[in-house]
């Protein structure tokens, strides 16, 4: 079952190209398939399309300096290397388990011209996080852009099995960390520059056996409506992309039920699950000048999925 690989299983044409979105990817039933927290992406089956063979860069990031976490795998991978094709370089954050994900997605930028830093660590604490940020800067040369995509996501079916330390640990995750991410990327933010947080479907409809989880989505979607109108004078724009159904690590890492697992997405009106590289376009909108008058709104990509 293992592929340990790091290309993709299907890819699609280029997102410019005039498709059916029912049929760009297809309809995937991934075999029953479970690993450790935080799992490799090169060890599931299909393996996610990152947007390797797909993603065409317009020089819309042309000079930026971004910091993405969770960029080894998944959303924050696709992400990565879109903003590299894009034209930015990009510090990328990770846990020490995952570099070999993380090695692909920095080979993926380097091919396209641009600086990759890896900065592994646990960014459940408020050292790491200052530590990570001041790094990035250091490295970049400054910074223009703050992805938060790194999240935690365990199913506990009865809240009497939600233990205190995994509420914890999905707050510190999901929420904490992109505070102190946020607070300690501030002084070096000038007018221009964009944050943007990843809620999820959650944030409006919670799953019961993921409350800690859903919890997390909500009070991120709403500490960025509030931050954004804080940060809009100073021209500093923060925005949220909220992604249904996609096919990566967080799911065969307890994140859903194993069992479930063929059946992942098929609950979509596009009747398919998302592939991280299509999530990859609203980051790079939200992150470039085109959205300037974009703020505090959570863009959701959820296949049609419906939110409030
Ligand atoms: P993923 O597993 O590929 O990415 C999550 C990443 O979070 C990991 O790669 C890891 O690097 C990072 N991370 C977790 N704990 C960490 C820690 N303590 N320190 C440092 N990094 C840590 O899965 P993904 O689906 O790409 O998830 C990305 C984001 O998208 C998450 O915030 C998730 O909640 C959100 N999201 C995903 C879906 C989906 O269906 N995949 C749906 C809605 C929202
Ligand atoms: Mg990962």
């Known amino acids: ?165 995994q509420f914890e640990a999905t707050f510190q995750t999901n929420v904490f960390a992109m505070f102190w991410i946020i607070k300690a990327a501030l002084p070096h933010l000038s007018a221009g520059s964009t944050i943007i947080n990843t809620a999820s479907l959650e944030a409006y409809t919670p799953a019961p056996m993921r409350i800690d989880y859903a919890t997390t989505k909500g009070a991120i979607n709403n500490f960025s409506k509030g931050l954004a109108q804080q940060l809009a004078p100073r021209g500093i724009r923060v925005n949220v992309v909220a992604p249904g159904p996609t096919w990566s690590a967080l799911q065969v890492t307890d994140g859903v039920p194993t069992e479930e697992l063929p059946e992942f997405g098929s609950e979509t009106p596009l009747g398919r699950a998302g592939q991280p590289a299509e999530l990859a376009p609203a980051y790079v909108f939200l992150a470039s000048p085109e959205s300037s008058f974009v703020l505090g709104t959570t863009l959701t990509v959820t296949g049609g999925m419906p939110t409030p």
């Open 1 to 165: 079952m293992a592929s340990d690989q790091t290309a993709p299983d299907q890819t699609a044409p280029d997102q410019y190209v005039f498709s059916d979105p029912t049929t760009r990817y297809p309809r995937i039933s991934p075999p029953e398939q479970h690993q450790d927290e935080p799992g490799l992406q090169s060890r599931m089956t299909p393996v996610p399309d990152l947007g390797e063979d797909s993603y065409r860069g317009t020089g819309r990031l042309t000079g930026r300096r971004a910091l993405i976490t969770g960029a080894d795998s998944g959303i924050g991978a696709a992400v990565a290397i879109a903003f590299a094709r894009e034209g930015a370089d990009v510090a990328l954050s990770y846990l020490p388990a995952e570099q070999s994900d993380a090695d692909h997605v920095v080979e993926q930028i380097e091919a396209a011209g641009r600086r990759a830093l890896p900065l592994p660590g646990d960014i459940r604490t408020s050292e790491f996080c200052r530590l990570l940020v001041a790094d990035a800067v250091e490295g970049l040369g400054g910074l223009d852009i703050v992805v938060n995509v790194a999240g935690k996501q365990i199913v506990q079916e009865r809240l009497e099995d939600l233990s205190d330390e």
